[in-house]
């Protein structure tokens, strides 16, 4: 009998296939068109982009142009059709500096102190990124490592996957925000606001170094009772925060452990709110990158934790050929606590005696 030739089923799609066309279908998603603020070139060149435009975005273009051929309001038209942000300039960091130029006065909102103070605390999540960089070229170890590897996939996820998914521009690119004064004001930011990438990093590398300093707390009382001693201590715990934002000591005591929680506190939760008083985001962009950065950083210290026990062996040693050296070691507080099943042989020897 002649062999039956079954016909073979199709070789399945490789893994790597679906990351791929996801991939291909973001890197041809273009965000300008729908993000940019009305004085933008790409906004003002891209006609056909407009008419995908929801009927209140197009209602408020109607109504732009009908404010715009006003009496008094030459110097704010001839300011968007010169292709320049009135309200201000937009920063390096997608940061709006929120002072308009003469001309504009009575027409955009003045700055104020508040707003001056928002711009300052939007740099300051880059701050200590710049430390870690600057640490990690110098002493190469696996703590740097780990976070500046949780900062790449944060801003990789937020900026090129998510933002040119979801589109939504920041607050004022119509020219549709009035302030207090009833005058205008808005973001000069041209890119997408959804999720806001500095609340994101802010809150999560908040969540990061709380989750790392509360493991390497012991609840001792203090030996010195000197209040001026403990004073002393707890300002220069708080001076090596500002340089590294990981705790780099191995046993915190409690004094220690509140110093550094209401440092980071005061320096990066009030990150969203000043975004959303700077006109960059909006309260519900701000709300889910502080949400994403927290649960990314929450399952990174899990990942973490993982690999601390399982490569605990290596501590101190090089790897990676000897490029880096393995500097994040488990907790001291965890190393001196007996293992599971140590406690259950302590148990069982207790039992039978």
Known sequence: AL????PQPPPAPPAMVPWILLALCVMSTSASGGCGGVWTKQFREKPKEREHLSLSDQRMLRDLDAILNRTGMQPLRDRI?????????ALLGDVTWPFAPEELEGLVEPASLLKVVAVV?????WVPVFFIVAEFCINRGTRQLWILAWLFCLISMNELVIKKIVLEPRPGSMMQLRGENGLFEGSCVAK?????SHSAIAMGWFVLACLDAAFRTQMKPSISRAVTGERRKALTFVRSCCLVPWVQKEVLTSMEFVSFVTFWFCLMVPVPF????????SCNQVALGS??????????????????VRYQHREGSRVFFGLLCHDYCLPAPEKEMPSQRQQIELSALSASA
């Open 3 to 6: 062999p039956i030739s079954r």
């Open 192 to 196: 997408c606001g959804m999720p806001s």
């Open 121 to 125: 605390y939007s740099y300051l999540p």
């Open 274 to 281: 000043m975004r959303v008083v700077l006109l960059d985001h």
């Open 81 to 89: 059709s010169a292709g320049k942000c009135p309200f201000g300039v």
């Open 291 to 308: 949400l994403m950065g927290m649960l990314l950083a929450i399952f990174w210290w899990r990942l973490v934790r993982v690999l601390q």
